[in-house]
């Protein structure tokens, strides 16, 4: 089973996917996709991991996420990816320029690999697309790709779920 989690910043999707992985009877995989730049978001990244069980195994993704989701499935196993929109901003380099080649590929690479998982797979990601237009040509290239992937990966997961203000609503397979 596959489930796409998505919702805005600070909207409770995060919560809710682990939610949804602490009931699950087998064994849990969270896959960490974030790359920390500051010393404010590694605060975020600590209390995040604070949060978890202690028994879930955790892996750090960065660019190879496919590969990771693949090398993890377990049948009877839970993957759950957080989140795609971290996963993206690893393409863009600190001088804003953007990976496309590489991101292309791996973007392909994932979508295969949603189609092949055996066990249940977890993947948040940000909402963006309700907010003002950005002003910079970076963050409006970022809100376009994460939201084409949003709707590609929405379009071969088997549930689809928006989660505003903390609560659930099935946007597809409730």
Not at 19 to 40: C, K, N, S
Not at 56 to 76: K, Y
Not at 90 to 114: G, H, K, T
Request: glycine fraction near 10%; include cysteine.
């Amino acid at each position: 089973m596959t489930h796409l989690i998505s919702g805005g910043s600070r909207s409770g999707k995060s919560r809710y996917a682990e939610q949804l992985a602490v009931q699950h009877g087998g064994p849990v995989t969270y896959i960490a996709t974030a790359e920390v730049r500051d010393d404010e978001f590694a605060e975020r990244v600590r209390q995040h991991r604070l949060q978890r069980p202690q028994h879930w195994h955790v892996l750090e993704a960065e660019r190879g996420l496919a590969e990771l989701v693949l090398g993890h499935d377990q049948e009877d196993g839970l993957l759950l990816v957080d989140c795609l929109g971290m996963w993206l901003m690893r393409f863009f380099r600190s001088d804003d320029q953007f990976d496309e080649m590489d991101f292309v590929q791996e973007r392909q690479w994932l979508l295969e690999a949603i189609a092949a998982v055996q066990g249940q797979l977890l993947l948040v990601s940000n909402e963006i697309g309700w907010g003002v237009m950005p002003m910079s040509s970076v963050a409006r290239r970022y809100g376009d790709l994460l939201g084409r992937l949003n709707q590609d990966i929405a379009a071969r997961c088997q549930r689809v779920t928006l989660v505003a203000c903390g609560l659930p609503l099935a946007l597809k397979g409730g």
